[in-house]
Protein backbone atom coordinates (compact mmCIF):
# COMPACT_ATOMS: atom_id res chain seq x y z
CA UNK A 1 0.00 0.00 0.00
CA UNK A 2 1.55 3.27 -1.07
CA UNK A 3 1.98 6.26 1.55
CA UNK A 4 -1.31 8.03 -0.23
CA UNK A 5 -3.44 4.76 0.36
CA UNK A 6 -2.72 4.89 3.29
CA UNK A 7 -3.52 8.23 4.40
CA UNK A 8 -6.70 8.02 2.41
CA UNK A 9 -7.93 4.93 4.27
CA UNK A 10 -6.65 6.14 7.71
CA UNK A 11 -8.94 9.18 6.92
CA UNK A 12 -11.74 7.20 5.65
CA UNK A 13 -11.63 5.22 8.84
CA UNK A 14 -11.56 8.38 11.10
CA UNK A 15 -14.56 9.75 9.18
CA UNK A 16 -15.91 6.67 9.56
CA UNK A 17 -15.60 6.82 13.85
CA UNK A 18 -17.06 10.07 13.95
CA UNK A 19 -20.25 9.63 13.06
CA UNK A 20 -20.61 7.52 15.88
CA UNK A 21 -19.32 10.68 18.30
CA UNK A 22 -21.86 11.49 21.55
CA UNK A 23 -23.06 14.31 19.60
CA UNK A 24 -24.80 12.12 16.64
CA UNK A 25 -26.57 9.51 19.18
CA UNK A 26 -28.60 12.51 20.38
CA UNK A 27 -28.62 11.14 24.04
CA UNK A 28 -30.60 13.32 26.43
CA UNK A 29 -29.04 13.42 30.22
CA UNK A 30 -32.65 14.57 32.08
CA UNK A 31 -33.81 11.31 33.05
CA UNK A 32 -37.44 12.79 33.51
CA UNK A 33 -37.34 13.09 29.19
CA UNK A 34 -36.73 9.07 28.76
CA UNK A 35 -39.37 7.07 26.89
CA UNK A 36 -41.12 5.09 29.98
CA UNK A 37 -42.10 1.56 29.33
CA UNK A 38 -40.40 -1.86 29.47
CA UNK A 39 -36.03 -1.95 28.98
CA UNK A 40 -34.20 -5.15 28.54
CA UNK A 41 -30.61 -5.51 30.00
CA UNK A 42 -28.36 -4.87 26.94
CA UNK A 43 -25.62 -7.68 28.30
CA UNK A 44 -22.51 -6.35 26.06
CA UNK A 45 -22.28 -3.12 27.89
CA UNK A 46 -23.35 -4.23 31.18
CA UNK A 47 -21.06 -4.68 33.55
CA UNK A 48 -20.99 -5.55 37.77
CA UNK A 49 -17.32 -4.07 39.10
CA UNK A 50 -16.50 -5.30 42.82
CA UNK A 51 -13.67 -4.66 44.76
CA UNK A 52 -12.00 -5.91 47.78
CA UNK A 53 -9.42 -4.69 49.97
CA UNK A 54 -6.14 -7.59 50.09
CA UNK A 55 -3.89 -7.36 52.90
CA UNK A 56 -4.65 -3.78 53.58
CA UNK A 57 -2.06 -3.40 50.83
CA UNK A 58 -3.89 -2.61 47.59
CA UNK A 59 -7.45 -2.43 46.45
CA UNK A 60 -8.09 -5.70 43.97
CA UNK A 61 -10.84 -5.41 41.33
CA UNK A 62 -12.88 -8.01 39.37
CA UNK A 63 -15.81 -7.89 37.35
CA UNK A 64 -18.99 -9.87 36.46
CA UNK A 65 -20.80 -10.15 33.05
CA UNK A 66 -23.64 -11.44 30.95
CA UNK A 67 -26.03 -9.95 32.75
CA UNK A 68 -30.08 -10.17 31.76
CA UNK A 69 -33.44 -8.73 33.06
CA UNK A 70 -35.78 -6.19 32.85
CA UNK A 71 -36.57 -2.52 33.63
CA UNK A 72 -39.95 -1.25 34.20
CA UNK A 73 -39.17 2.49 34.11
CA UNK A 74 -41.73 5.05 34.88
CA UNK A 75 -39.95 8.92 34.84
CA UNK A 76 -42.65 10.86 35.51
CA UNK A 77 -43.89 8.27 38.75
CA UNK A 78 -40.39 6.99 39.52
CA UNK A 79 -41.66 4.89 42.53
CA UNK A 80 -43.74 3.06 40.47
CA UNK A 81 -40.30 1.66 38.11
CA UNK A 82 -39.33 -1.89 38.65
CA UNK A 83 -35.52 -3.93 38.45
CA UNK A 84 -34.53 -7.34 37.83
CA UNK A 85 -31.34 -8.20 36.80
CA UNK A 86 -29.34 -12.20 36.84
CA UNK A 87 -25.79 -12.06 36.73
CA UNK A 88 -24.11 -15.80 36.00
CA UNK A 89 -21.68 -15.85 38.47
CA UNK A 90 -19.53 -18.41 36.42
CA UNK A 91 -18.78 -15.06 34.67
CA UNK A 92 -16.61 -13.56 37.18
CA UNK A 93 -13.08 -12.56 35.52
CA UNK A 94 -9.67 -10.96 37.28
CA UNK A 95 -6.44 -10.31 36.05
CA UNK A 96 -5.27 -13.74 37.25
CA UNK A 97 -6.89 -16.44 35.67
CA UNK A 98 -5.39 -18.88 38.76
CA UNK A 99 -7.94 -16.26 40.87
CA UNK A 100 -10.83 -16.09 38.67
CA UNK A 101 -11.10 -20.36 38.61
CA UNK A 102 -10.66 -19.98 42.34
CA UNK A 103 -13.83 -17.58 42.55
CA UNK A 104 -15.92 -19.78 41.21
CA UNK A 105 -15.13 -22.48 42.96
CA UNK A 106 -16.87 -23.90 46.55
CA UNK A 107 -14.28 -21.54 48.29
CA UNK A 108 -15.80 -18.95 47.55
CA UNK A 109 -18.63 -18.49 45.09
CA UNK A 110 -19.27 -21.76 44.16
CA UNK A 111 -20.71 -21.15 40.66
CA UNK A 112 -21.70 -24.82 40.19
CA UNK A 113 -24.28 -24.96 43.06
CA UNK A 114 -25.60 -20.92 42.91
CA UNK A 115 -25.19 -20.38 39.63
CA UNK A 116 -27.07 -17.15 39.21
CA UNK A 117 -26.97 -13.73 41.46
CA UNK A 118 -29.73 -11.90 41.31
CA UNK A 119 -30.99 -8.41 42.50
CA UNK A 120 -34.89 -7.48 42.57
CA UNK A 121 -36.00 -3.94 43.42
CA UNK A 122 -38.33 -3.14 46.40
CA UNK A 123 -38.45 0.38 46.14
CA UNK A 124 -37.40 3.49 44.06
CA UNK A 125 -37.14 6.93 45.28
CA UNK A 126 -35.72 10.05 43.83
CA UNK A 127 -32.76 11.86 45.69
CA UNK A 128 -31.76 14.28 42.83
CA UNK A 129 -32.86 15.61 38.86
CA UNK A 130 -30.77 12.07 37.94
CA UNK A 131 -30.37 10.62 40.99
CA UNK A 132 -32.60 7.91 42.84
CA UNK A 133 -31.30 5.10 45.68
CA UNK A 134 -33.13 2.07 44.78
CA UNK A 135 -33.93 -0.81 47.65
CA UNK A 136 -34.24 -4.47 46.90
CA UNK A 137 -32.84 -7.73 47.53
CA UNK A 138 -29.66 -9.41 46.11
CA UNK A 139 -29.41 -13.52 46.36
CA UNK A 140 -25.57 -14.54 46.25
CA UNK A 141 -24.60 -17.80 47.06
CA UNK A 142 -28.21 -19.16 48.12
CA UNK A 143 -28.37 -16.14 50.88
CA UNK A 144 -31.02 -13.45 50.51
CA UNK A 145 -29.88 -9.77 52.07
CA UNK A 146 -31.58 -6.04 51.45
CA UNK A 147 -29.16 -4.05 49.79
CA UNK A 148 -29.37 -0.54 48.34
CA UNK A 149 -27.77 0.93 45.02
CA UNK A 150 -27.17 4.76 44.78
CA UNK A 151 -28.19 5.04 40.86
CA UNK A 152 -26.63 7.99 38.79
CA UNK A 153 -29.08 7.80 34.84
CA UNK A 154 -26.10 9.18 32.37
CA UNK A 155 -28.38 9.26 29.03
CA UNK A 156 -30.80 7.96 26.63
CA UNK A 157 -31.45 7.96 22.71
CA UNK A 158 -30.79 5.69 19.58
CA UNK A 159 -27.83 3.74 19.71
CA UNK A 160 -26.13 4.58 16.22
CA UNK A 161 -24.97 1.51 15.73
CA UNK A 162 -27.77 -0.77 16.47
CA UNK A 163 -30.60 1.72 15.98
CA UNK A 164 -31.97 0.68 18.99
CA UNK A 165 -33.64 3.57 21.85
CA UNK A 166 -31.03 3.05 25.09
CA UNK A 167 -30.74 4.33 28.39
CA UNK A 168 -27.86 3.88 30.65
CA UNK A 169 -27.13 4.49 34.42
CA UNK A 170 -24.33 3.95 36.96
CA UNK A 171 -24.54 2.28 40.52
CA UNK A 172 -22.72 2.29 43.10
CA UNK A 173 -23.60 -0.23 46.72
CA UNK A 174 -21.28 -1.94 49.42
CA UNK A 175 -22.19 -5.30 50.65
CA UNK A 176 -20.20 -7.28 53.18
CA UNK A 177 -19.56 -10.78 51.43
CA UNK A 178 -19.78 -12.62 55.17
CA UNK A 179 -23.60 -11.91 54.86
CA UNK A 180 -23.83 -14.39 51.98
CA UNK A 181 -21.89 -17.17 53.36
CA UNK A 182 -18.32 -16.35 51.44
CA UNK A 183 -16.26 -15.74 54.43
CA UNK A 184 -12.91 -17.15 52.85
CA UNK A 185 -9.31 -15.22 54.60
CA UNK A 186 -11.49 -12.45 56.18
CA UNK A 187 -10.45 -10.15 57.67
CA UNK A 188 -7.10 -10.12 55.47
CA UNK A 189 -8.97 -9.73 52.08
CA UNK A 190 -12.04 -7.47 53.55
CA UNK A 191 -15.00 -8.40 54.34
CA UNK A 192 -16.72 -5.13 52.64
CA UNK A 193 -17.29 -5.33 49.01
CA UNK A 194 -17.39 -1.97 47.03
CA UNK A 195 -19.51 -2.39 44.14
CA UNK A 196 -19.94 -0.28 40.90
CA UNK A 197 -22.34 -1.19 37.82
CA UNK A 198 -22.54 0.19 35.01
CA UNK A 199 -26.17 -0.67 33.47
CA UNK A 200 -27.61 -0.30 29.67
CA UNK A 201 -31.07 -1.06 28.75
CA UNK A 202 -32.51 -1.09 25.56
CA UNK A 203 -36.57 -0.13 25.04
CA UNK A 204 -38.69 -2.94 24.40
CA UNK A 205 -41.87 -1.66 23.31
Not at 9 to 23: D, G, M, V
Amino acid sequence: MTRVSFLLSTTSALLALSAFTPASAQTINTATLVKPGTYAVEPAHTQVGFSVLHFGFTNYFGIFSNASGALEFNPQAPAASRLSVTIPVASVQTTSARLTDELKSPQWFDAAKFPNATFVSTSVKLSGVNEATVNGTLTLHGVTKPVTLSVHFLGAGVNPMDKKYTAGFEATATINRSDFGIKTYVPYVSDTVNLRIAGAFEKQD
